[in-house]
């Protein structure tokens, strides 16, 4: 005598991924009540107390990793451009100044030269950060709301910590990507070595489900 065995086969569907919700602080542009930056310049916001952080062989190639990962467009030589020495990253310590050679390992270029240094802890419009708020500033730590330049960490590190951001120029209506980027993002880590403070007023509290767009405008100026 046959025997029939029926098998249960059905499974409970498995639940739906729990969406990202992202917390933190948007820089705002100019004509959001940011920090005042001519028209069509980079849109930038420098600390007030950062020191200058030597640019070194280590800091070099993972900002240049960075860029590769986010924008395989970008070129070694657009990255030194990036770092240029009459940028605001390094505001007359970078690449190409004619009279003070700074030594570049990602294109292998005048390593006996002193290293560039990154000045102002400088960040950019329309990005995502973290910070404490202290009184009327937000406050950034180094291993905490932005990378340590004395502990660097991997690439993969670096962008799953969010410890970067977009170089954004201001247009008038929004941002802009910096021309490096060929039409595409030009990140930047966001290094620190100590303490670090802005004013809080150049920020919005960011809750949402989505990063900000880095080019849009959220609101008016105030």
Avoid at 63 to 78: A, D, G, K, V
Wanted: net charge neutral.
């Amino acid at each position: 005598m046959d025997t029939q065995i029926t098998l249960n086969l059905s499974f409970e569907p498995a639940p739906p991924p729990t969406p990202t919700r992202y917390t933190g602080w948007r820089l705002l542009y100019t004509g959001e009540g940011g920090n005042d930056n001519p028209l069509n310049m980079p849109a930038v916001a420098p600390s007030f107390d950062a020191q200058p952080i030597p640019f070194t062989e280590t800091l070099q190639l993972l900002s240049w990793q960075l860029m590769q990962r986010l924008n395989p467009t970008i070129t070694s030589m657009q990255w030194r451009s990036v770092y240029r020495y009459d940028r605001a990253f390094t505001n007359f310590n970078g690449f190409d100044d004619p009279n003070n050679a700074r030594a570049d390992y990602v294109n292998r270029l005048d390593l006996g030269a002193p290293l560039p240094k990154l000045m102002k802890a400088i960040i950019c419009s329309g990005s995502l950060y973290d910070g404490i708020v202290e009184g009327d500033k937000l406050v950034m730590y180094p291993g905490i709301h932005a990378m340590d330049a004395a502990a660097p960490v991997s690439v993969d590190e670096l962008i799953r910590r969010r410890w970067y951001f977009f170089a954004t120029s201001w247009t008038g209506k929004g941002g802009a990507h910096f021309p490096q980027g060929n039409g595409g993002v030009v990140p930047i880590p966001y290094i620190i070595r100590a303490r670090t403070e802005y004013p809080l007023a150049w920020f919005q509290r960011w809750d949402a489900f989505a990063l900000p767009d880095p080019l849009k405008m959220y609101r008016s100026n105030q």
